[in-house]
């Protein structure tokens, strides 16, 4: 009963953030189609992701202090921790509207 419990309960932990991870992707594609233009929608993530990252949620001298106490280091990029995520990384978002607009320029071709 507890192994059942918890295989539904990482289910339903890790679950919602697969589609909100796909969502974001599908919202991506979205804009793509609607615009025609992947290269704008790469720059506007860029604009977005970099002032976004400039502007610390809370004070980081308090995180920093904090860490020794992790048994992992605190948030990193992997793919564990991507695993947990809401939302895709900057990067992956970039990657693949790399490949759309690879894939919309050899299909003009």
């Known amino acids: 009963m507890f192994l059942v419990s918890?295989?539904?309960?990482?289910a339903s932990f890790v679950l919602p953030r697969a589609l909100s991870r796909?969502?974001?992707?599908?919202a991506d594609r979205g804009s793509v189609l609607l615009t025609g233009s992947p290269s704008t929608m790469r720059?506007?993530?860029?604009?977005?992701g970099?002032?976004?990252?400039?502007?610390?949620?809370q004070d980081l001298r308090t995180t920093q202090a904090m860490s020794?106490?992790?048994i992992?280091?605190?948030?990193?990029?992997?793919?564990?921790g991507e695993l947990f995520a809401t939302h895709p990384t900057l990067e992956?978002?970039?990657?693949?509207?790399?490949?759309?607009?690879?894939g919309m320029n050899t299909?003009?071709?």
């Open 72 to 80: 992992i280091p605190p948030p990193t990029k992997s793919a564990l």
């Open 68 to 70: 020794a106490f992790f």
């Open 107 to 109: 299909s003009l071709r």
């Open 92 to 102: 992956h978002r970039l990657a693949r509207l790399e490949a759309m607009e690879r």
């Open 6 to 10: 918890a295989i539904v309960w990482a």
């Open 43 to 48: 720059s506007a993530l860029i604009k977005v």
């Open 22 to 26: 796909y969502r974001e992707y599908a």
């Open 50 to 57: 970099g002032s976004m990252q400039r502007i610390p949620t």
